[in-house]
């Protein structure tokens, strides 16, 4: 079978994640910096005659209304087009991990079907489309990812606002899998209760580094990078083996290590490739895991 539109969905991490209190609205303001990595997924993309999305995927049921059926049915309603598509998706990113998964899904379908309606993906349209399909989206279209380099932005609002900088290039990943599904909305929740009972202060003791350093630090050693997950301290208490996971990483040398967005990805942030690769192979004796860039 043939395919008009080849696209990667790279994964992200979250180096830093503040997450405040929840919104009147039930939303929560988030202050992060994400970054893409060389790992993703692929989209392969098929033009049909008949209005529907039909998506495929080897590797996992994906549910019948996906991040994939979303974005091709906010794209119809902004742009009218008559077609449908066929999407293939072989997915590496696990699912609930963190990374962003279904969200970098979503926008990479949003770029194939603009090219094969060719239209122009306009920053208007774009955000149109992510409105309806979810927060992380909006930091996939706007992170430079698109425009051929690597994606990193200072995120913040709910994820909607999307300042884009230039990604570090001298840092290598390791990327542990613990085998939990941690579910968005369980993990919201849980920092929800967290915030309710104090904990935040009281005995997880958290801090976090002003939004107006995020950039700074970023750019600086690594070894006094001061970001923190507000997710980390509350899955770590309902599900162990991520912190047993971040453990292990720091001892097997990672400069910084830390749980990506809600989790339960664990990585590790090496200054050389050899370290990571080093430290990637004691892991694999216990953990499922990968280096990334």
């Not at 990571?276 to 990334?292: F, I, S």
Request: hydrophobic content about 40%.
């Amino acid at each position: 079978m043939s395919f008009d539109v080849c696209v990667k969905a790279p994964a992200k991490v979250n180096i830093g994640l503040k997450v405040l209190k929840k919104r009147a609205d039930g939303y929560h303001n988030i202050e992060s910096i994400f970054q893409t990595l060389d790992f993703s997924d692929e989209l392969q993309i098929r033009r049909i005659p008949q209005k529907e999305c039909i998506v495929r995927c080897a590797q996992m049921q994906l549910p019948l209304e996906n991040t994939l059926t979303k974005t091709y049915s906010a794209f119809c309603s902004e742009t009218n087009i008559d077609f449908g598509v066929e999407v293939v998706l072989n997915k590496f990113l696990p699912a609930g991990g963190g990374l962003g998964g279904g969200s970098s899904d979503g926008a990479s379908l949003l770029k194939g079907l603009a090219e094969l309606a060719e239209i122009q993906l306009t920053d208007s349209l774009a955000d149109a489309v992510a409105e309806k399909v979810g927060s992380d989206v909006f930091f996939f279209l706007h992170s430079g990812f698109f425009q051929g380099g690597r994606g990193c932005a200072l995120v913040s609002g709910r994820g909607e606002l999307v300042e884009s900088i230039e990604s570090r290039t001298d840092l290598s990943f390791v990327l542990i899998f613990p085998g939990i599904h941690s579910s968005t909305k369980e993990a919201y929740s849980l920092v929800d209760h967290a915030y309710e009972l104090g904990l935040y202060d009281s005995v997880y003791k958290v801090s976090y580094p002003d939004f107006s350093e995020l950039k700074r630090l970023y750019y600086g050693f690594i070894g006094a990078w001061k970001f923190t997950n507000s997710f980390t301290p509350v899955l770590i208490d309902k599900y162990p083996l991520i912190g047993e996971a971040l453990r292990d990483i720091l001892e097997c040398g990672a400069d910084w290590a830390d749980m990506s967005g809600s989790g339960a990805t664990v990585f590790g942030v090496f200054q050389s490739d050899s370290a990571a690769k080093e430290a990637c192979l004691k892991c694999q004796k216990k953990w499922k895991c990968v280096v990334a860039h």
